[in-house]
């Protein structure tokens, strides 16, 4: 009996497709079902070309997780800009003023020697025994404030208190602005300046008969007035000297960052800007008469007038604003960017809060 038994044959190993085998095989996995490609390609074809993308990812018995389908990035939602909310003022008399110290403690004055202060929740009137309007507000801290109005109304603050200051003058003044306690100005018609020393108010001359509108500055040395006819003054420390607009609109407005960078408005929707060595018109997309300029930084100002216009400066452009009154806006300040009252006609107050 013969015990030898011949070796068991070895499975042979499939010759592997020709090349245009191959391709076609590729091209009927890569396009059928998932089912396809697993009968017509090698398990160990499978795992390599769906890493490489070649089959579809879905294809059934891999053991790689479904491919997410990319989905475009969202698109970016503008920010929107915070409404400008009405706030009960408690009269019906214009107003032509807004200054404050800090959010809790603003003013506004007008007509009918109107005043009122803003403590944070309501604006409650505050007696003066003045009778004339009053045209503008400023001041160096709660107990040192400056009102000044028509017929020379000059009117000061003490923190308890508004009391008149005497001046000698009967013509209207229209603006104020200083640098401390001992350095305010005050302007107006036929172009009359007063300054303020700490004790007494003193006429200074001035080289023009223009109504002085607006006045700002950046130091006691470098003080800007404007008024009818494009009316621009500099003060340098020693005299008021005029200065070419390029503009013979009337100037209502100033206010600025630097002494390279003061925007001055008025009617037609003019505003210029000064660069530290001339006066720029820059467009404003609207012909109504601007009142009043404020802002944060150069890239954040806001300019306010006739109808309710408001407009706003991002640093390349002046956009209109929707205010949601018409009544002429006379008056801007704030204490930051989402923080800015406008006061204006028939009592009207404005806050942009967010």
């Known amino acids: 009996m013969n015990d030898h038994h011949d070796p068991p044959a070895s499975e042979e190993?499939?010759?592997?497709?020709?090349p245009a085998r191959r391709r076609l095989l590729l091209m009927l996995a890569a396009t059928g079902s998932a089912a396809a490609a697993e009968l017509l390609l090698?398990?160990?074809w499978m795992a390599p070309?769906?890493?490489?993308?070649?089959?579809?990812?879905?294809?059934?018995g891999s053991d790689l997780p479904p491919t997410e389908t990319p989905t475009a990035p969202p698109t970016a939602t503008p920010t929107p800009i915070p409404p400008w909310i009405p706030q009960n003022s408690g009269t019906s008399a214009a107003l032509h003023s807004l200054w404050g110290t800090e959010a809790n403690n603003i003013w506004a004055v007008g007509d009918a020697g109107t005043t009122l202060q803003w403590n944070g929740?309501?604006?409650s009137p505050q007696p003066n025994n003045i009778a004339a309007a009053l045209h503008s507000l400023w001041g160096t801290d709660t107990n040192n404030i400056w009102a000044v109005g028509d017929t020379g109304a000059t009117l000061q603050w003490n923190g308890t208190d508004w009391s008149p200051q005497p001046n000698n003058i009967s013509e209207t003044l229209h603006a104020l602005w200083g640098t401390e306690v001992n350095n305010v100005w005050a302007t107006g018609t036929n172009g009359i300046f007063l300054q303020w020393d700490g004790t007494a108010w003193t006429p200074r001359s001035s080289s023009t008969q223009e109504t002085l509108h607006a006045l700002w500055g950046t130091e006691a040395n470098n003080v800007w007035a404007a008024g009818t006819n494009g009316t621009l003054l500099q003060w340098n420390g020693t005299d008021w000297s005029p200065r070419p607009s390029s503009t013979q609109e009337t100037l209502h407005a100033l206010w600025g960052t630097g002494a390279n960078n003061i925007w001055?408005?008025?009617?037609?929707?003019?505003?210029?800007?000064?660069?530290?060595?001339a006066w720029t018109p820059?467009?404003?997309?609207t012909q109504e008469t601007l009142h009043a300029l404020w802002?944060?930084?150069?890239?954040?100002?806001?300019?306010?007038?006739t109808n309710g216009t408001l407009l706003q400066w991002d640093g390349i452009a002046w956009s209109s604003r929707p205010s949601g009154t018409q009544e002429t806006l006379h008056a801007l300040w704030g204490t930051d960017t989402n923080n800015v009252w406008a006061a204006g006609a028939n009592g009207t107050l404005l806050r942009r809060a967010p």
């Open 295 to 305: 802002g944060t930084e150069a890239n954040n100002i806001w300019a306010a007038g």
């Open 282 to 285: 820059r467009p404003s997309s």
């Open 42 to 44: 090698p398990a160990e």
């Open 13 to 18: 190993t499939p010759a592997p497709p020709s």
């Open 49 to 60: 070309l769906l890493r490489i993308g070649v089959l579809p990812v879905h294809a059934q």
């Open 264 to 277: 001055a408005a008025g009617t037609n929707g003019t505003l210029l800007q000064w660069d530290g060595t």
């Open 121 to 123: 929740t309501d604006w």
